[in-house]
């Protein structure tokens, strides 16, 4: 029966019903709460029901020996001090109960102080023995969380002594390396770095030996490690020291920066392309912000076809309206007000250049678009067609990556508790997030409670089943959790983090715990992004343009083509690249085009060749801009060649030479003159006898449509406007104009114009060629 209640319940197990009521108001008194039992089987039921802090026993009981209490309380509790209160003298009773894990023995008659002092001795040793138990725990604990931690971290962390030999490392590092924990532990520090680190680490040890203080210490360096089979790869290492009461230790927290060091330097090459190829590109090539109405790039072929600085389109953009021919402005402004709007432009204008001459511009436009689809940069190629010279300008336009300085590790840590009969996915599965983890999503701690709901709530919508799938696959089948996901932060904006973890599970398979790392990849996919956009964004260039645009590397194997190339010579794109001209092209043109390049590369500078090459219609001619690309150590690895197709030029001047001649020979044999009017300048010539027949005196000059209807008779100017509007737009090839001019005698002269329309390859009129014949002249009106 329990008689008592107090901080300290004591199990008397005595069948002398004197000594237990004795000995109950002693304990009384002092404090105790008091249980007795008088038989072996009560105090061993007793022992298995309650807890007790101490037992006071007897081993002579009525039914069977003390001693079987006394084993069954160690069995369950081996700290729990039992003090035998016995009659018995013989050794192997008292000094034998001893041995067998009875705190103290007594004998009876005892003396109270004695046994009261026994008594507080024995529940003092246990409470110590509960604490002890209870601070290995938690140190137990606290070292297994710490062991998980590290060994989940994605860094590969290192720990030495202060001789600089390695005493242990994470499974991050020994994947890093290639070595396993047998082949590391014990080796300096050194057998991880480059051969031409050794000597500066070494120095720096023994300089922090000696006086206690680091050079690098606390800081972040970039230095290259080595592998187990001799490769190396380019690493940052962050370094911290402590000190123990029997040693200092270094830590090294290794991060591998090749795939940065990798983007880095595509970013370089990048802008090192785009700028050889604007050197060389024959069209403008401009950039606008279309929010801000600012011109952000001009090339510097704008000032030899303007005429005009690039320096005053930067202060004045409206100077570039100016410069179009009136006639032109409105139908231009109008187009350019409609590009603000949604990046679409394809017009042709004149311009007016400074010292007066006049140029007809092809100007093309297209929009950049981010990726919620709204127009942020609008960017276009302005060629001078004047002379059918077509240029291209190559786009490359690319962001400077965020430069990784990181003190120390900046991953996050978090280490889950699975519930009791809940499951792991609950939203209560608490778990401990590290400072960091708020720090990256920029949460307090009461805004980010230490459950998984803080961490759940947070997924992006179209991430969450992808990334519980991938926790399920880890707790069930022990797949390797380690994926990238999206994050809502304070700000508003979703993050890219990624993730590692492992989890730990007891006997039954059952997961009970999960620990692991959370590192932020923000900025590496705002990287990839960028470069995806500025590649597309040089395809977009290079597809744009009316010139054949081609890479070769030094080899003459093609590296890089524009879709005009795959469609004027009938080839995929698999059949150009990897591919030399001697296995696309007949030979005696392969040997030609190789020559060419070879001549670039020896000169190390651009050159200008013209080139032929077959086509589905025959032989083209080629006016071939060739200039070599440089890597970053400034030596030539390829050629980039620009190609206008000119065989429709040669084609039309060949054809004005052949009418010349004709010409030439018929006014040697008759009283003919001979004319040319060019539909596209609408500028009209004529020989000195078409002057006399008109009454004028020669002038080897220009005119116009409305200056050749001012010579015509009153009379015949409206039918002769008529005709020659219908000259312009028939399918045919002859025309034939007649009217009267009058003379300054007051006759009339009837003129006869003949000529024969000249087309380009599409079919559209350029020039009319012919002769002009005059009859006898009219007498009266």
């Known amino acids: ?118 008594l507080r001795r024995a529940i003092g040793v246990k409470e110590l023995a509960v604490k002890a138990e209870r601070t290995e725990h938690l140190l137990n604990e606290s070292e297994e969380r710490f062991r998980s931690l590290v060994e989940s971290a994605t860094d590969a962390i290192v720990v030495a002594d202060h001789r600089g030999f390695i005493v242990s490392w994470n499974r991050s590092a020994s994947a890093l390396f290639g070595y396993s924990d047998e082949e590391a532990i014990g080796q300096p520090l050194t057998f991880l770095m480059a051969e031409r680190y050794r000597l500066a680490h070494e120095r720096g040890l023994a300089h922090m030996q000696s006086t206690g203080k680091g050079r690098v210490k606390g800081s972040v360096v970039d230095l290259y490690g080595l592998k187990k089979d001799g490769t190396e790869f380019p690493i940052e290492l962050s370094l911290a020291t402590w000190t123990s009461t029997e040693d200092t230790y270094y830590s090294g927290i290794i991060r591998d920066i090749s795939e940065r060091k990798k983007a880095e330097r595509a970013v370089q090459e990048s802008q090192e392309r785009f700028r050889q190829l604007a050197e060389h590109i024959r069209e403008v090539f401009w950039m606008t912000d279309p929010t801000k109405q600012q011109m952000l790039y001009i090339s510097s072929g704008y000032e030899e076809i303007w005429g005009r600085s690039c320096e005053s389109l930067y202060a004045s953009p409206q100077s570039w309206l100016d410069a179009i021919h009136p006639e032109d402005r409105a139908r231009v402004l109008d187009a350019a007000l409609h590009k603000q709007v949604d990046g679409t432009y394809d017009e042709q204008y004149r311009i007016l250049r400074p010292d007066g001459a006049i140029r007809w511009i092809c100007d093309r436009a297209f929009p950049i678009r981010d990726s919620s689809g709204v127009v942020y940069r609008i960017v276009g190629l302005a060629g001078d067609i004047t002379d059918q010279v077509r240029g291209q300008e190559f786009l490359r336009a690319s962001e400077e990556r965020l430069e990784l300085v990181i003190q120390g590790s900046n991953d996050g840590f978090w280490d889950g508790r699975v519930l009791p009969d809940e499951p792991w996915s609950s939203p209560r599965t608490p778990v401990w997030w590290s ?317 006869v114009w003949t000529g024969e329309i000249i087309r380009d390859h599409d079919g559209r009129a350029l020039h009319i060629l012919g002769t002009v014949r005059a009859t006898t002249a009219i007498t009266g009106c």
């Open 435 to 751: 400072p960091r983890v708020k720090t990256m999503l920029g949460y307090t701690d009461e805004e980010f409670p230490e459950v998984l709901e803080s961490w759940a709530s947070r997924l992006h919508p179209d991430d969450r089943d992808r990334v519980f799938a991938a926790l399920t696959a880890h707790i069930e089948r022990r797949d390797p959790y380690d994926i990238e996901y999206r994050l809502l932060t304070k700000g508003g904006e979703y993050g890219w983090f990624r993730a590692r973890g492992q989890a730990i599970w007891d006997e039954t398979g059952r997961m009970t715990r999960m620990a692991g790392s959370l590192q932020c990849v923000t900025d590496r996919k705002l990287a990839e992004d960028a470069l995806l956009r500025n590649e597309q964004l040089l395809q977009d260039v290079l597809n744009n343009t009316t010139a054949l645009i081609y890479v070769k590397d030094a080899n003459g194997r093609y590296l890089l083509t524009n879709h005009l190339f795959e469609q004027k010579f009938h080839l995929t794109m698999d059949q150009i690249v990897g591919h030399t001209d001697h296995e696309i092209f007949p030979r005696d043109i392969a040997d030609a085009f190789r020559a060419n390049d070879v001549t670039v590369l020896e000169r190390n500078t651009g050159v200008e060749f013209e080139e032929y090459a077959p086509h589905s219609d025959g032989l083209h001619t080629s006016i071939s801009l060739k200039f070599p690309l440089y890597d970053l150590a400034g030596k030539p690895y390829a050629t980039c060649g620009i190609s206008i197709d000119i065989t429709e030029r040669n084609r039309i001047e060949h054809a004005l030479r052949t009418h010349e001649q004709h010409l030439r020979l018929a006014l040697t044999q008759a009283e003919v003159g001979a004319w040319n009017w060019d539909l596209q300048t609408d500028q009209i010539y004529w020989s000195s006898q078409v002057d006399r027949f008109l009454g004028l005196a020669d002038r080897a000059q220009p005119r116009t449509q409305n200056d050749w209807l001012a010579l015509v008779y009153r009379e015949d100017r409206e039918p002769m406007a008529l005709s020659l509007r219908r000259a312009m737009v028939q399918t045919g090839v002859d025309v034939t104009f007649e009217h009267r001019v009058m003379r300054q005698n007051g006759s009339l002269q009837l003129c």
């Open 1 to 118: 029966m329990i008689t008592a209640t107090g901080p300290y319940s004591v199990l008397v197990v005595e069948d002398n019903q004197d000594l237990v009521i004795a000995l109950q108001d002693l304990l009384h008194h002092d404090g105790y709460a008091v249980t007795v039992a008088g038989t072996v089987a009560g105090a061993i039921e007793l022992v298995r029901a309650h807890h007790f802090n101490a037992i006071l026993l007897d081993l002579g009981l009525p039914d069977g020996d003390g001693l079987e209490v006394l084993k069954e309380a160690q069995r369950l509790d081996p700290s729990l001090p039992v003090v035998i209160v016995t009659a018995h003298i013989a050794r192997d009773r008292t000094v034998g109960s001893l041995t067998e894990g009875a705190f103290a023995y007594l004998t009876k008659p005892y003396d109270r102080e004695e046994l009261r002092h026994t």
